[in-house]
């Protein structure tokens, strides 16, 4: 089996980060990567300790539920983002971000990129668009990008090859021989 290159690896991994989410909305994960070792993990999710939405069922949010419009979602949502957990979680343990790389499953939205680049990451590598439907914020957020002092902010797809790579190892036990022992 042919081995995945080193952004669709990490992607991948954030993809499984991603599965620890606490948000029935939208589920994401992120990875923080300097010289292909991951520093730092994060999922969208609230506050350590804190009840999740997917705690209350597969339909509920918080923000829907007490009728918070789009517009205000990021002061009534419970969960923090996934590059801001991984953030946290880096200087939670001392872990320096500087120049390093983030993998996400969805591009950052303005207030994780402030975050992104003040801890000194320098590429961000995202699965999916964040599909706002605020043209006015989103303009604005496409010139942060510019200010942000990145070297890379691109797009990357896991390739259908790999995806199904990854299906039949975890259908499988990771250990079980390929070849047969030698004697």
């Excluded at 997917?54 to 983002?81: L, Q």
């Amino acid at each position: 089996m042919p081995r995945p290159e080193w952004h669709e690896y990490f992607m991948l991994i954030a993809k499984l980060v991603a599965i620890r989410s606490g948000c029935n909305s939208r589920p994401t994960g992120a990875v923080i990567v300097k010289d292909k070792r991951i520093l730092a993990t994060g999922y969208n999710g609230p506050m350590p300790g804190a009840w999740h939405c997917t705690d209350k069922g597969p339909n509920y949010c918080f923000r829907r539920e007490k009728g918070i419009p789009d517009i205000d979602k990021y002061n009534y949502c419970r969960a923090s983002h996934a590059e801001a957990n991984a953030i946290a979680q880096a200087a939670r343990f001392g872990i320096s971000l500087e120049g390093a790389s983030l993998y996400c499953t969805l591009a950052p939205c303005y207030v994780c990129l402030k975050l992104i680049a003040s801890a000194g990451i320098k590429e961000i590598y995202y699965e999916y668009d964040y599909e706002s439907r605020d043209f006015e914020r989103d303009s604005f957020w496409r010139e942060a990008i510019k200010e942000a002092g990145l070297r890379v902010f691109q797009q990357i797809k896991v390739s259908e090859k790999t995806l199904q790579e990854v299906m039949e190892i975890l259908k499988f036990p990771t250990s079980q021989r390929r070849l047969p022992p030698t004697l």
